[in-house]
């Protein structure tokens, strides 16, 4: 089951806004509004950031935003700041499985 | 507090057999699709397998199909992972994680318990 195709790394400037791309097929991420968005900092287990596309669950800053067209996904995260410095992990629910990841992108806060 | 604390993990041989259980605390656990994720050393991450609220809906990833088997027990608030045949490839943390209703997002996690195939 291949990975949903995020790229390998992000960077932006504290104060700026970045955007992560995630993109699918019509199996999974164009075909359900079911994805997710996960920051994960070294060595701690996941977070959610986004859910259903675009809802935030209770908690998260609403610097992050997320967004979907056709096939690929969109998780935007606005006036970065230091602390946003994380990999980020978009997933979908999937057509014959149930849930698929993407490969995970590092974003770096320069 | 909401909580998940997964235990189980250690060192096996290729070929053998391990058992991962997840204590879950501070929810109803019996009204929640649960979920395992594992990550290999430096990796990302990979979704392993889904048990429904009632246990009567399993769902594998196609890697794993066959050798490992998720199940739980509602009156003990616990999710369990039996997982045979193992290979090197299985080598990852594991996460217990409880999934938000009528969705895949996983919205609670454990900490995770190390598992490592090796000779």
């Known amino acids: 089951q291949s990975a949903l195709t995020q790229p390998a790394s992000v960077s932006g400037s504290p104060g700026q806004s970045i955007t992560i791309s995630c993109t699918g097929t019509s199996s999974d991420v164009g075909g359900y509004n079911y994805v997710s968005w996960y920051q994960q900092h070294p060595g701690k287990a996941p977070k959610l950031m986004i859910y259903a596309v675009s809802n935030r669950p209770s908690g998260v800053s609403n610097r992050f935003s997320g967004s979907k067209s056709g096939n690929t996904a969109s998780l935007t995260i606005s006036g970065l700041q230091a602390e946003d410095e994380a990999d980020y992990y978009c997933s979908s629910f999937k057509t014959s499985s149930h849930v698929i990841f993407g490969g995970g992108t590092k974003l770096t806060v320069l | ?119």
């Open chain 2, 1 to 119: 507090e909401v909580q998940l604390v997964e235990s189980g993990g250690g060192l096996v041989q290729p070929g053998g057999s391990l058992r991962l259980s997840c204590a879950a605390s501070g929810f109803t656990f019996s009204s929640y699709w649960v979920t395992w994720v594992r990550q290999a050393p430096g990796k990302g991450l990979e979704w392993v397998a889904s048990v429904s609220a009632d246990g009567s809906d399993k769902r594998y990833v196609d890697s794993v199909k066959g050798r490992f088997t998720i199940s739980r027990d509602n009156a003990k608030n616990s999710l369990y992972l039996q997982m045979n045949s193992l290979r090197a490839e299985d080598s990852a943390m594991y996460y217990c994680v409880r999934l938000i209703t009528g969705t895949i997002a996983m919205e609670v996690w454990g900490q995770g318990t190390t598992v490592t195939v090796s000779s």
